[in-house]
């Protein structure tokens, strides 16, 4: 196992140990099998995005640039300015989001640029936005927040949504398909919409905020 991954696996571990939880106890406060849990931490099983997002969205104290990249302290305090770190949310300035396809997001692999802090919409995560299928709602230049949907069935075909497979991450409503229970289609105005499958989604995030460009 990689030197960075040891790490990571540690400081989950570290939060489960600060929460007080086992195994069994965490994978039902994290909605995360116990088995894939337990071949995550105790075994030699990669820690996922779906456990890092899981942690993230179940104990907001506990730092999301800590337990990403290890810098800072674990619990989300910074009492030179009173403010909590929960409210600063990671930007990926070299991590475009598109209307159309790029490459995949994943946390544990990228180093933000910098952090937004917006209390008011908690994002967990801000993403610039290129391509012009989104407009007029979404201009090329504009940045994103965005916060992880637990579950495809929290869809809203009024939303926007960024999307996270293997291979891309792009913003777009999105639908059921009517007849097919395991298609998605996504949406944009300027664009025609397609379907893909929804077992080749990693990750889901609906998007909360928009800052718009200069």
């Not at 040891?6 to 007080?20: A, F, I, P, T």
């Not at 619990?75 to 929960?86: C, F, P, V």
Request: net charge negative.
């Amino acid at each position: 196992m990689k030197d960075v991954e040891k790490l990571l696996k540690e400081r989950v571990c570290q939060v489960l140990r600060y929460k007080g939880l086992n195994v069994n106890s965490a994978s039902r406060i994290l909605d995360i099998p116990q088995r894939t849990l337990n071949r995550q931490v105790n075994e030699e099983g990669k820690v996922g995005m779906e456990l890092l997002y899981a942690i993230m969205n179940s104990f907001p104290e506990v730092s999301s640039s800590w337990l990403v990249t290890g810098e800072g302290e674990m619990l989300s305090a910074n009492e030179d300015e009173g403010l909590s770190l929960a409210d600063a949310s990671p930007y990926y300035e070299e991590l475009p989001v598109s209307a159309g396809l790029r490459d995949s997001f994943d946390p544990t692999k990228e180093v933000a640029s910098g952090y937004i802090s917006m209390p008011r919409w908690r994002a967990q995560f801000y993403f610039p936005v290129i391509g012009t299928s989104m407009e007029p709602e979404i201009h090329a230049g504009d940045i994103i927040g965005v916060n992880r949907v637990e579950s495809l069935r929290e869809l809203d075909p009024d939303k926007i949504y960024m999307i996270v497979t293997n291979e891309s991450r792009m913003i777009k409503r999105c639908y059921h398909d009517a007849e097919n229970p395991e298609l998605l289609w996504c949406v944009s105005p300027n664009y025609p919409s397609f379907a893909i499958n929804k077992n080749d989604i990693c990750a889901l995030f609906h998007v909360v905020n928009r800052i718009e460009r200069l």
